[in-house]
């Protein structure tokens, strides 16, 4: 077809035979483990009046490569003081330093790179300097420049508590925090220098690819969040023989501000000069900062009763105010209600021999409605948009009259309703210990309504009217589930165990969502769950170009033998993107998730095991691990190699080609993966040494341990941990981490 | 301090607090606003910031093609191929559709901010001269919003108020005459509120004048005489293109550049109608790294390959085409004495750019089909600042988009007036000839006796030669509605150059890929986008969608 073929036959031998070199980029730029060290600290201690805890935490893990790594130190206090019979003062600080440091190009980027890279390509010339690569060299990019974040933490508490003498079970508390957390940043970018050898053998080219334009850059941010919490109650506590009544009256309020301030500078010198000073002088350099506040009050009323502790109820109202919504309509009002009957306290269990292995039952109902703003604030949370006015922001810049001009560009529509969500929630429960606690259950069914979800009416609004649209309180979803939690604890002959098992179901369904007016039934998500995917229906793959022919209409033609059929959903005769349906009410987020731990201790051994596991979950492949040569010519993973042949029909994947083709490429459940998974999450197996040993030493306990995560998983799905986050394979991985450590206490 | 003493002062402190947490509710805690923001009554208030409002509208300007991989417009015609597949290549294949179009363009986000302005101007504390040429510039920049969507969807709806979440949504669309007129009335309007210039050439070249609406009105009036829009063959809105063309000749503002090659160099030109500035550090874009081989690429490379059939359209220096016996063509030479244009347009196998010489012949450095190479076998050289040293990506350039240059209103006015006329008067000739002269054509006249066809014929080579790599290619092949006959079931060449043992160069010319492109008779007018259609049930899609 007019092209000649890359590579010739004698090429691909060698390269199958092991003959040609290969470099292998994970191993090259990845380290097969990393040290990770924790040392705690804890002091307890008091007298009658004085009581203290502290605490000094040391963590460094190092990352998959070199430059990357996470250390902290922490410092923690707390000391309560007993003034008089009436008032206790406590203060406390919690103190914390973090650096993270990395490669100035991002671990996601890193890892996309290493697929990209041909494993035909050497990384280094013969003489050391970087060889050429047509695409990013994931070596170079983590041996150059640098990425060091340092946060700092504190937060600080003062709290009084008071009892009021003559009202006997009431008492006062008033606390005051201060929190603070400055995030300070830089980032040296440094190009990398690629050299390509000549025939002849000489070095030729010097390229600076990436960088800042192929140039060194330096950013240095700091990001600043201060917080003030104030918070007062009156808590009113009293029991008179049957009766138990007890009352909360609790005002908190809340403000924050932030502020951020960054520089950049470009054009260094050379590649070590890496303060702002040492940058060129001709005008590409930038200075930017900006700042936000944010402030939320709340008054929470709460009472309970309980007659003989076998009847509980309690009734609350909670009103919470946000700064993020117009004057009007800031307050939201959240009441909840719950009553509880312990069973195991009525005669007719108590008195009841066929049911005396029942120690403890209870049943429990609940119905409250819970607030939240969070989806007015930006991914942080911090950060208030005030949907409410029409506001206009900072625009990029304009060259006008060859002088660059500042712009101004509108926000989102105003939507000067914009008000708090609302979450219904009935909960219906059974706890029960049987058998003297050999068997303990917690059982819990749920059902949420969630209403005024703020949501912008992106799906149903034309694009004509060309404005982003706000945040408007339209929404409702249902979301139904159980949870159970099951354990068995027992001691046989000195051998202590336990068995635990925990499972959840929970499936939602929309309620209320915008549609589009003329979309088909079967594209509505009203009736469904949230977030089902949407693609074709793969009937698999044409099998001779004249099938192609004899089959339907398939969007703009020119398929070939090896192209995917696709399924004329609508039967209007040809495949379109009408065709479009349904192919999974199952997505990313498991509907099912489970937990099984067990483990015992015998004499001075202890153990301990975790298994985790999710099912009825779907992921979407993409990018590289759906499309053969990406972008024109990037590598890709083996896993498509079983791509169809006309001897492998039954292929995972349709037949190669290069450069696009937007047939093959269309979302549909060729690409769906089932990513349900079992996972040896954590096996933790320790040795106590005995007393009369660790006594000579003055030591109430040692001891030691030897402990793993992340040890197995079993999956269907292959090609990646069944949790991945990025459906391209371009994530950081979870790693599987192996702990030797000791516990000490004096 | 007695018992009942203490108990009062317990009763006052709670009294005290209870009522400082509950007479908060005058709220100044709660209320706390954006300091990143500005809003917008006090924007319209403000002379100031009704500028850089203004200078946000003209930030929707389409100019170069910034998205990946970057050059759509020119690699989807009979100009050039992109290594790089991805969009270009789906539209060649024909795999575009209502819910994919690459080329999509339903700018109603910036049609709104245009409606915003001239809604919320109208109060504004501004003098009534400041206030016309305000709305003038925004009713130019909304005018070109719609003229760019209507030339791929036909008809489309016309909104001239920004609308709230209450009004009717479901606007229907206009027709294609209703929605030229609309244009056509809106540009005539800018004219009458424009001043002819703002004082320096390097602000008129910027910002909308009378004679940058007047331009674009003769640019609205060629499209809608032409054959896509004019079905009817309604010959007297040639009559109006041609007129409108000839004024801003007529006016003596503007001229052709003396040299080709410096179009895009030198900037704000005589040349330049409107454009789109750029300045490196403020606003940058990548047009010499895009086009740079791989040899001496910075994280980016051949977005355009020109391909064989664009290259031969080029004529030889003495004006005649190089299938003309009497050219002097000599296929082993094939660079040799071309249209002096050719050159400066297409970088060619073993001639120096950016301070080293390119080799493209099969296994050369850059050689033809190496990675991230040509795939044609040429490159670009048209517009490349070659003293650049600061490129890379899609950045470290900053030669003008040129929307609009003289050269294209001489091409209007010939074409039009060709097309109103029953032959070609001495206008038409001097229109061509004066771009012929311009490009160094030796002799640069036109046969004298041309037919009307046949000067359609010179006219569009001209066009395709003098505005390549422009973006406007691919509009003149739809709305001549020839982009069938010249696009589809072609198999566009390549040329393989192969070095032979004495240094010489043999040439041959392969297809360039296994594609064959598409264009089938629908595709005149784009789908409307698909989520449009199910959000507005009004919406009428286009033939066969």
Known sequence: MGLSAQYTQQEIDDIQSGVTPQTNWYDLTLKEESLQTQHNINVTGGTDAISYFMSLGYLNQQGLFDKLNFKRYSLRSNVDARVNQNLTISTSFDIRTQENNGSAYSPEKIFRDIILAYPLDVPYNPDGTIAYQREPHPLAEISTGYDEETTDVSQVNLQFEQKIPFIKGLNAIGKIGLGSEKVRDKNYLVPIYMYRQDDDGNLIEIYNAEGYNGKIALTESTNEYKTTTINASLNYNRTLVNHSVSGLFLYEQFAANGNNFSAFRTNFPVNGLDELLFGGDDGEQDANGSSFDDARRSYVFRGNYSFRSRYLLEASLRIDGSAAFPASKKYGYFPAFSAGWLLSEESFLTNSNTLSFISYLKLRASYGVVGSDRNVYDDTGRIPSFQYQQAYQVGATLISGNEPQSTITPGNLANPDITWERAAITNLGLDGSLWNGKLQFETDLFYKRTSDILEQRIRSVPGTLGASLPAENYAEVDNRGFEVALSHNNSISGFNYFVKVNGSYAKSKVVTLDEAANLPDYLRQTGRPLDFIVGYKSLGYFSTDSEVGEYLPQFNGGQQAGDVKYADVNNDGSVNSNDQTVISTDNSTPKIIGGLSFGGSYKNFDVSILFQGAAKVQKLLSDNAAIFFANGSENTFAELLDYWTPQNTDAKYPRPWEGSNPNNNLTSNLYLRDASFVRLKSVDVGYTFPTRITDKGRIDKLRVYFSGSNLFVWSKLKMFDPEFESSSGRYYPQQRTLNIGANLTF | ?545
């Open chain 2, 1 to 545: 301090m007695t018992f009942a003493m203490k108990k009062k002062l317990y009763i006052i402190y709670i009294a005290i607090a209870l009522f400082l947490a509950l007479s908060c509710n005058d709220d100044s805690l709660l209320d706390v606003d954006s300091n990143t923001t500005i809003s917008e009554d006090k924007v319209f208030q403000d002379p100031a910031l009704i500028e850089l409002y203004l200078n946000d509208l003209y930030l929707d300007m389409p100019n170069f093609d910034f998205s990946f991989p970057f050059g759509l417009y020119d690699n989807i015609t009979d100009e050039s191929r992109s290594y790089w597949g991805d969009a270009p290549r789906n539209v060649v294949q024909g795999q575009w559709f209502p819910d994919y179009n690459p080329m999509e363009y339903w700018e109603y986000g910036s049609v709104r901010n245009t409606n915003t302005f001239l809604t919320e101007i109208e109060g504004s504390p501004i003098t009534d001269e400041e206030r016309s040429t305000f709305k003038g510039e925004v009713k130019f920049l909304r005018a070109k919003l719609y003229f760019d969507m209507i030339k791929r969807y036909g008809g489309v709806p016309i909104i001239t108020e920004p609308q709230d979440l209450s009004d009717d949504l479901f606007v229907n669309r206009e027709t294609i005459d209703g929605s030229f007129e609309f244009v056509i009335k809106e540009l005539e309007e800018a004219a009458d509120l424009l001043p002819d210039s703002y004082g320096d050439r390097s602000t008129d070249v910027a910002k909308a004048n009378k004679y940058a609406a007047k331009a674009l009105l003769g640019r609205v009036l060629l499209f809608w005489a032409s054959p896509l829009y004019n079905p009817t063959g309604d010959a007297s809105r040639w009559t109006r293109a041609a007129n409108m063309n000839k004024e801003v000749i007529d006016a003596g503002v503007y001229s052709l550049l003396p040299e080709f090659r410096n179009i895009m160099l030198e900037k704000n030109n005589q040349e330049e109608i409107i454009s789109v500035q750029f300045l490196l550090g403020s606003r940058e874009h990548g047009w010499d790294s895009w086009h740079q081989p791989d040899s001496q690429s910075k994280n980016f490379a051949v977005a355009r390959s020109p391909v064989q059939e664009f290259v031969d359209a080029f004529e030889m220096q003495n004006g005649k085409a190089i299938d003309d016996p009497a050219s002097g063509y000599d296929p082993t030479n094939p660079y040799e004495n071309r249209d002096p244009r050719f050159q400066k347009t297409v970088l060619v196998n073993g001639t120096d750019f950016f301070g080293n010489t390119i080799y493209m012949y099969v296994g050369a450095i850059d050689g033809i089909n190496e990675p991230y190479a040509t795939i044609t076998g040429y490159g670009l050289r048209k517009g490349t600042n070659e003293t650049n040293t600061t490129y890379s990506g899609a950045s470290g350039s900053d030669q003008n988009w040129i929307e609009l240059r003289f050269a294209e209103v001489l091409l209007n006015y010939a074409e039009a007036q060709n097309e109103a006329l029953g032959s070609p008067d001495q206008s038409v000739y001097d229109a061509v000839e004066r771009i012929r002269q311009r490009a160094g054509l030796n002799p640069y006249q036109l046969p004298s006796g041309l037919t009307k066809d046949e000067m359609r014929e010179k006219i569009r080579h001209e066009r395709y030669i003098e505005l390549a790599f422009e973006s406007k290619r691919y509009w003149d092949l739809r709305r001549w509605k020839i982009a069938k006959e010249v696009l589809d079931g072609k198999q566009f060449s390549a040329m393989y150059i192969t070095k032979e043992e004495d240094g010489s160069y043999a040439y041959e010319v392969k297809p360039v890929d296994g594609v064959p492109c598409v264009f089938q008779e629908k595709m005149y007018f784009m789908p409307i986008p698909q989520g449009e259609i199910e959000k507005n049930p009004n919406l009428s899609q286009n033939t066969e969608w």
